[in-house]
């Protein structure tokens, strides 16, 4: 029978999955205390938390929701990291802390409905963040775009050529020298 406390506990991590768009179980086994916070400050920057709890309580907080998948995981000095704002910047942000810290290793994610290895979740890292990706969906659309105008111009462009021509050659045959 669990305690008020653990009760309590459970709650609050019920509450923080609701409207998170990714988790990722990492594990923290070597990690500082102080890379444990910077990790937190560089998560936060990205809509995101580091959180630890134990994995029974976990286990039970994830159960009955759609990220139940993750249980199997929970085993070993397990951390979940919750993001509320853009997967591919706390996939980012997430990878990046890993490359100079060793010691962080991400089992697996959930993002968007969707469990990711850890090979996935480093291919989402790997993408262009969100601003990047619609940049390149205007670009790739107002250039067909801009060539169309210079294609439906071209004829009234080439009709002034030709007339400011012939108005030239008419100029040059009615002046007196000629």
């Known amino acids: 029978m669990p305690t008020q406390e653990k009760t309590e506990r459970i709650e609050d991590l019920k509450t923080r999955l609701v409207g998170v768009k990714t988790v990722m179980l990492a594990e923290y086994r070597g990690l500082t ?8 400050k560089q998560l936060k920057a990205v809509s995101a938390e ?5 994995n029974r309580l976990a286990r039970l907080a994830v159960g009955s ?5 993750l249980g199997g995981e929970l085993k070993g000095p397990t951390g979940l990291i919750l993001g509320k ?15 100079t810290n060793q010691a962080l290793v991400i089992k697996v994610g959930f993002v968007d409905g969707q469990v990711l290895p850890p090979n996935g979740l480093k291919a989402l890292a790997d993408l262009p963040s969100r601003d990047a990706l619609r940049a390149q969906i205007v670009g790739a659309l107002t250039g067909p775009l801009a060539q169309l105008v210079g294609l ?3 004829p009234q462009r080439e009709l002034v050529y030709v007339l400011e021509q012939r108005g030239q050659q008419a100029a040059g045959q009615n002046s007196p020298g000629a």
């Open 33 to 40: 205390v102080q890379q444990l916070s910077d990790f937190r």
């Open 50 to 54: 580091y959180k630890i709890v134990k």
């Open 65 to 69: 929701s759609p990220l139940s998948a």
């Open 85 to 99: 704002g853009d997967p591919v910047s706390v996939a980012k942000a997430v990878h990046a802390f890993a490359r």
């Open 152 to 154: 439906l111009q071209a």
